[in-house]
């Protein structure tokens, strides 16, 4: 069973057939700079429906953020509210929390980091990039293969894990593989500001070998060209 219809939904669909037994909660607030609180009581009342209607017997999974760990987001409100309804999946019996980075595929969300940057890139809109700021992007198909791969492991008795790239990315190169992919000059104020943490992918290192994923110098510009290009 898979809960949602964006980005990270669609992309079990063509895995649905390994999810037996499984509800896959690919739903929530789209935008991480959201600040209705209408849209998390929403999201909080979905997803406890959810959790009542599933029977405990099945593996429940639920996709969190990476930035909990991230000191600079201790006060922002998507995190907060990620972190609150990681504790309601945490009653169940069988659970796996993922938690993820800057996601890159398909989607006409304009929220998203990827999207806002091709869109300024692309227009010739000024924008302002943070120096010291580093993002880690991983393709939404290998986090499915990830995902489907640890629940065929056996993962899924109260189970935290990080699903991302194994290095991170300064905004400065990101900006530049953007550049090089739709073969638009940035215009852009750099500003000394921004920081990095560290994102642990040690738990999924296994899985990554066991689905063939590369994450080598040039996987940032292949994931670029294959949804930007």
């Excluded at 649905?16 to 929403?42: F, I, P, T, W």
């Excluded at 580093?134 to 791969?149: F, H, Y």
């Excluded at 530049?176 to 500003?191: C, G, K, M, R």
């Amino acid at each position: 069973m898979i809960i949602g219809s964006g980005l990270l939904a669609r992309a079990f669909i063509p895995v649905r057939a390994s999810l037996k037994d499984v509800c896959v909660y690919a739903a929530g607030v789209s935008n991480s700079s959201c600040s209705y609180e209408s849209e998390y009581q929403r999201d909080s009342s979905r997803l406890q429906a959810t959790l009542a209607d599933t029977p405990d017997s099945k593996l429940f999974v639920y996709f969190s953020t990476c930035s909990i760990v991230d000191p600079g987001s201790v006060d922002n409100r998507y995190t907060r509210h990620k972190f609150e309804l990681e504790a309601l999946v945490r009653r169940r019996r069988r659970f796996l929390i993922a938690r993820l980075p800057q996601v890159a595929g398909s989607t006409p969300n304009p929220h998203t980091i990827l999207n806002y940057l091709y869109a300024r890139i692309v227009r010739s809109e000024r924008f302002d990039l943070w120096r010291f700021a580093r993002r880690n992007i991983i393709d939404v198909e290998d986090v499915a293969k990830i995902t489907v791969d640890l629940i065929e492991q056996g993962s899924g008795d109260h189970d935290f894990v990080n699903i991302a790239n194994s290095r991170d990315y300064s905004m400065e190169e990101i900006v530049a593989a953007l550049e090089a992919t739709t073969q638009h000059a940035a215009v852009f104020n750099s500003i000394e500001k921004g920081a990095e943490y560290h994102i642990d992918t040690s738990t999924i290192a296994e899985s990554i070998r066991r689905c063939g994923i590369s994450f080598d110098d040039g996987y940032l510009l292949r994931t670029l060209e294959k949804y930007y290009a």
